[in-house]
């Protein structure tokens, strides 16, 4: 069964930055798109950015400039750089193995004012 274990969440302030990771057990990470997702409060859950396992990406237009996503297959390890963060951007961010329809836990992301 395969684990994803998403790390790096916190309280920050506008404008902050933080980097989210997302730890993947099992072989089928390096063949998955891979994706973070997020849900605030209140809101359906909506993509923030894809990455295909040839590393084609793909982002939500609220977050385009402002956060990268990268994957290291060797490491079996998905990232997302979050910059020039945003109070709406609070929310519980998620990381999948879209392919094969697999979720983590998620990571929490509060952005004060």
């Known amino acids: 069964q395969v684990q994803l274990v998403e790390s790096g969440g916190g309280l920050v302030q506008a404008g902050g930055s933080l980097r989210l990771s997302c730890a993947a057990s099992g072989s089928i990470f390096s063949i998955n798109t891979m994706g973070w997702y997020r849900q605030a409060p209140g809101k359906e859950r909506e993509l923030v950015a894809v990455i295909s396992s040839g590393g084609r990406t793909h982002y939500a237009d609220s977050v385009k400039g402002r956060f990268t996503i990268s994957r290291d297959n060797r490491k079996n390890t998905l990232y997302l750089q979050l910059n020039s963060l945003k109070p709406e951007d609070t929310a519980m961010y998620y990381c999948?193995?879209?392919?094969?329809?697999?979720w983590g836990q998620g990571t929490q992301v509060t952005v004060s004012s």
């Open positions: 999948a193995a879209i392919d094969n329809d697999y």
